[in-house]
């Protein structure tokens, strides 16, 4: 999902030149407009809106660029941040367990499914009983696929809107030649920005939880009390709760959406 190329191919950019097209000729109008302006005497108005019609005329004609790059710059960024935290084989792919696998594996599930399952097993959990053990177990991995889940159409509606804002880019300042859209243009500024720092906000998330939960698990490999035991479930729950707080507070309207839909 990070692979933005994949989501934003060169066909994007013809459509984005139409949209240049026709903001470049609106600011040919409002040009005209200033210019009558100064002949009528108003050079009050001329000298507050130049600077900003020459800055919008510049930012239209590169918006697309400065979109792109500023979205490659976030993804790198969030892929860097997950690489150190689950290696470079989950991104590459060669050698090594997968994505899927390294997560599973630091938040011990395989290890809680396997001992729970496993009859006369060391887990805690089956020295209060068997029941228990894979009542433990069930609520938590359905709580973790759900945090995830949750996560994923949160990264998937951020990939929408970064596509959509990279063609309409060049909107991001059309309040500087139109003041009365003010109010619509800083809500896309919000959202674009917003949906910048979502990426890099959850990989740090998710390295602080699987460091947390490395240290949660370890009185799980260890085959700890039950009382151990049932409060280090209840940390890792408590971090995954936070990471997909945390992610969808960031991600704004983007977020609530998402997460709302699923």
Do not use: C
Not at 60 to 67: D, T
Not at 138 to 149: E, M, N, P, R
Not at 193 to 211: H, K, R, Y
Not at 221 to 235: D, H, K
């Amino acid at each position: 999902i990070l692979n933005f190329s994949q989501w934003a191919p060169d066909t994007l950019y013809p459509i984005w030149l139409i949209i240049r097209q026709i903001l470049s000729l609106m600011v040919v109008f409002v040009g005209l407009y200033l210019g009558f302006m100064y002949i009528l005497g108003k050079d009050e108005k001329f000298a507050k809106y130049v600077p900003w019609v020459i800055i919008f005329a510049l930012f239209v004609n590169f918006s697309y660029p400065i979109a792109r790059t500023a979205i490659d710059v976030s993804n790198i960024v969030s892929l860097n941040i997950y690489a150190s935290a689950v290696g470079n084989n989950a991104i590459t792919g060669t050698g090594g367990a997968g994505a899927g696998t390294i997560i599973v594996n630091r938040l011990g599930l395989q290890g809680l499914m396997g001992r729970s399952a496993t009859a006369g097993g060391s887990s805690a959990l089956l020295e209060v009983n068997s029941i228990s053990g894979a009542l433990h177990v069930v609520a938590f991995a359905l709580y973790a696929a759900y945090i995830f889940f949750m996560v994923t159409g949160i990264i998937v509606m951020r990939t929408a809107a970064l596509v959509f804002l990279t063609v309409a880019s060049p909107f991001l300042l059309i309040d500087s030649v139109l003041p009365f859209l003010g109010e619509k243009a800083m809500r896309i500024r919000k959202i674009f920005f917003e949906q910048l720092i979502v990426g890099p906000v959850f990989m740090i998330m998710l390295a602080l939880t699987m460091s947390f939960l490395d240290v949660f698990n370890g009185p799980l490999q260890a085959g700890g009390s039950s009382t151990a035991t049932f409060f280090n479930l209840v940390m890792m729950l408590i971090m995954l709760h936070i990471m997909i707080t945390v992610t969808k507070k960031t991600a704004g309207a983007i977020g609530e959406y998402a997460t709302g839909a699923m």
